[in-house]
């Protein structure tokens, strides 16, 4: 009896435990090419938020380098809609850990475009990348 009653206390914790890591809430991420350099997107919710969303950035070389002395620059855009004209924002992201650190705050849910402008070598470079915010 009691192995009939470990094991099943063994196999609901497991259980447990597997569903409740696969509900977990990831961000957003995605990764666009800027250049000869690679850019990856992270912002903290998934779906980006109406509101603040944390932006984190990694930025690698052709050789697969985290490039840590460029200046960074997110510019965060959303077209004009009928009785109501076009937005336009930017922040700098700062180094931390070798990425790129950032405050967006979206005035309000819908498409937006997110453009990271990267100042390295005496060139700018942009990566692209579209999301809804909800």
Not at 22 to 41: E, H, N, W
Not at 42 to 53: D, K, M
Not at 91 to 96: G, K, P, Q, S, V
Request: hydrophobic fraction near 45%.
């Amino acid at each position: 009896m009691k192995k009939f009653t470990l094991l099943t206390i063994l196999t609901v914790a497991i259980f447990s435990l597997t569903f409740l890591t696969s509900c977990i809430k990831k961000g957003y991420a995605a990764t666009k090419p800027a250049g000869p350099y690679m850019v990856t997107l992270n912002i903290n919710h998934n779906p980006p938020v109406a509101g603040e969303n944390e932006v984190t950035l990694g930025i690698k070389d052709q050789s697969n380098k985290a490039v840590t002395d460029a200046l960074v620059v997110i510019g965060y855009d959303m077209a004009a809609m009928p009785g109501m004209p076009a937005m336009s924002h930017k922040a700098e992201a700062t180094l931390e850990n070798n990425e790129y650190k950032a405050t967006i705050d979206l005035m309000m849910a819908g498409p937006w475009t997110i453009t990271v402008n990267i100042g390295h070598d005496g060139q700018t470079e942009k990566a692209r990348f579209s999301i809804d915010a909800r």
